[in-house]
């Protein structure tokens, strides 16, 4: 059992940049693929990032560019720099685990463990 915590979320002006973190606890943390999905307001939930124990890396359309995932394995934490920030990355932002091998196609069926998720504001 994985038990995730983001933190990290708040208001930005367009433009702007945050970090999430997102903690992880129980289970074999090292085994997992760490990702983050998006869920804006009326729209579905999308993947935005995942790293996995070799740092291999997959980022969705929408964070191609702009963010930059990372992990530090020592603190059981992985982080997602978001930078130029539109007020279209307004969203609860959930960090998650994937034991899958089809980890990098980031769907959401593949991830086993959720976190309660941040809530990222970006106004215009």
């Known amino acids: 059992q994985v038990h995730l915590v983001e933190s990290g979320g708040g208001s930005v002006q367009a433009g702007g940049s945050l970090r999430l973190s997102c903690a992880a606890s129980?289970?074999?943390?090292?085994?997992?693929?760490m990702g983050w999905f998006r869920q804006a307001p009326g729209k579905e939930r999308e993947g935005v990032s995942c790293?996995?124990?070799?740092?291999?890396?997959v980022y969705g359309a929408s964070a191609e560019g702009r963010f930059t995932v990372s992990r530090d394995s020592a603190k059981n934490t992985v982080y997602l720099q978001m930078s130029s920030l539109t007020p279209e990355d307004t969203a609860m932002y959930y960090c998650?685990?994937?034991?899958?091998?089809?980890?990098?196609?980031?769907?959401?069926?593949?991830?086993?463990?959720w976190g309660q998720g941040t809530q990222v504001t970006v106004s215009s």
């Open positions: 129980g289970g074999t943390y090292g085994s997992y693929c």
């Open positions: 790293i996995n124990r070799r740092d291999e890396i």
């Open positions: 998650a685990a994937s034991r899958s091998p089809s980890w990098y196609r980031l769907r959401q069926s593949d991830f086993d463990y």
